[in-house]
């Protein structure tokens, strides 16, 4: 039998090693796609289109919505929003006042937000 080669891994890593080099003390993070790996197999995926970039990453327990992981402060903005929004304790609060209190709340997290090299994995 001859094999033929899928040629899976076209992704060059001159890109990465830039980021690295220009950003050495920036951690790195992997993002995966659900789309790689969302069944129950419990075996490796391969993620053949690969992405780098710089990004940020909320790196503290949050209540927000603790089954994420957030890369994006405008989605994060948004979920707290809606949780604060549920809240009985603010819901007789002018828009101004609400906005008050939700950059009060995003205030506690500044410190919290990363720098990272980020390695986006996908299918």
Not at 19 to 33: G, K, N, R
Not at 79 to 90: S, T
Not at 100 to 111: C, D, Q, S
Request: proline share 4%; aromatic share 14%.
């Amino acid at each position: 039998m001859k094999f033929k080669p899928l040629n899976m891994f076209t992704k060059q890593t001159d890109e990465l090693k830039a980021l690295i080099a220009e950003h050495p003390d920036y951690p790195i993070v992997v993002l995966c796609s659900y789309e790689v790996c969302a069944d129950d197999s419990f075996c490796w995926w391969l993620a053949p289109c690969l992405s780098f970039f710089i990004g940020e990453i909320l790196d503290c327990e949050q209540d927000i919505k603790d089954e994420v992981t957030y890369v994006d402060r405008d989605k994060f903005e948004e979920d707290l929003q809606d949780r604060l929004a549920d809240d009985e304790r603010y819901e007789n609060l002018s828009d101004a006042e609400f906005d008050n209190i939700v950059k009060a709340e995003l205030a506690k997290y500044e410190p919290y937000w990363k720098k990272v090299i980020v390695i986006r994995a996908d299918v």
